[in-house]
């Protein structure tokens, strides 16, 4: 079996949401697949009316094969400080046709307000390992665990793009959608995460003389997050970026670096094993943070950020736009393209 589905963009890329059947008759939510977590917890009518923002919901009452799972609940808490709780249903849920029966649904009871406030997200969709599913006493099993045993091939890819839809795939890798060879790395899932090691990052145009700046090796543990937006990386890696770009700062109040929205940006390359990961400057001008028209606006936030105080770098969205990678569920393993 194998399945294909849109992922698109909501404002300013902040995520990437996807089509979910859930229940019988089938309701289609769009959910945030999060390679950064391992809960599938949607907005359900359990959520209190207070609670929500707009959201589609779960019907759980109009599903005839929904079945709560007594006595387990779930609660989970990102580190952005949002959080989400409540009860556990299994139900059959299906991603472009691939189909899990008795997959659990986590149905939300309390959401804190960055969810709320997110009217077209009906939830997430968790793709890291199940060690991280919080429900409790019995751990549920993510989709893609349970969907394994049905897929051609045992792995999902991720192919985002700029401020416009890209898509997942389940159980088979599209030639089309990169270029050249894959380059596979090891994982080490051992918290739970897609983790790997990078070992150094370049500037292109450091130098200027366009072949980059020579490689600083400041390795770092990384994980792979569709969960998370931004590129999060050691402090030294934005200071040697930054400094290449006039007008760049770092402001507290902005939370973070800040670049004039007209800059230049560099390239920046992540080297990973042997595999060099080029990340154009352009995905590195995030949002503008003094109006909503970026076409006025002076000022931007990078689309990289530090990662200090955070127990590894992660490798959100931005790198997703820039890079294509299988999830290799089957071998544990990333590989990486581009594309
Ligand atoms: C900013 C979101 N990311 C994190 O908190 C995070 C952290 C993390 C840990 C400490 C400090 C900062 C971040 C480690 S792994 C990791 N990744 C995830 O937790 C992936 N799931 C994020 C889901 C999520 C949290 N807040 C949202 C708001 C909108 C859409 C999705 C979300």
């Known amino acids: 079996d194998q399945g294909e589905v849109s992922a698109t963009p909501q404002l300013f890329d902040v995520e990437y949401l996807a089509p979910v059947q859930i229940g019988t008759p089938p309701q289609t939510l769009n959910l945030n697949f999060d390679t950064g977590s391992s809960d599938l917890w949607v907005f359900s009518s359990e959520t209190p009316q207070q609670s929500r923002g707009g959201q589609k919901i779960f019907e ?16 989970i808490s990102y580190g952005d400080g949002s959080r989400s709780s409540g009860n556990v249903y299994l139900d059959v849920v299906s991603v472009g046709g691939v189909n899990v029966f008795n997959q659990a649904v986590e149905s939300a ?27 409790k006493p019995s751990k549920q099993k993510t989709f893609i665990t349970n969907a394994l045993e049905s897929l051609e091939l045992g792995v999902f890819t991720a192919n985002l793009k ?17 270029t050249g060879p894959l380059n596979y790395v090891d994982v080490d899932s051992s918290d739970g995460f897609w983790a790997f090691q990078a070992t150094g990052y370049s500037v292109e145009g450091a130098s200027g003389n366009g072949t980059g700046s020579p490689v600083v090796p400041i390795a770092h543990n990384a994980i792979a997050d569709t969960g ?17 770009v006039k007008g760049a700062k770092e402001d507290p109040q902005a939370g973070g670096w800040t670049v004039p929205c007209k800059a230049d940006l560099p390239d920046l390359t992540l080297h990973i094993g042997s595999y060099k990961a080029v990340i154009p400057g352009e995905l590195i001008l995030f949002a503008p943070i003094d109006t909503d028209d970026i076409k006025t606006a002076k000022t ?5 950020q530090s990662s200090a105080g955070m127990p590894f770098a992660i490798y959100g ?9 299988v999830f290799d569920v089957e071998n544990g393993k990333l590989a990486f393209a581009p594309k």
């Open 60 to 75: 759980i009452e109009k599903s005839s094969s929904a079945q709560r799972l007594a006595n387990n609940t779930w609660a």
């Open 109 to 135: 009871t309390s959401v804190s307000s960055s969810f709320i406030s997110d009217a077209a997200s009906s939830g997430l969709l968790g793709l890291a390992f199940d060690k991280l599913n919080t429900v």
């Open 162 to 178: 700029k401020s416009e839809p890209g898509n997942y795939n389940f159980g088979f890798i599209d030639e089309t959608e990169f």
């Open 228 to 244: 998370t937006t931004l590129l999060l990386l050691p402090a030294g890696i934005n200071q040697a970026y930054y400094r290449q």
């Open 300 to 304: 931007c936030f990078g689309g990289m």
């Open 317 to 325: 969205d931005v790198f997703f736009k820039a890079q294509f990678t």
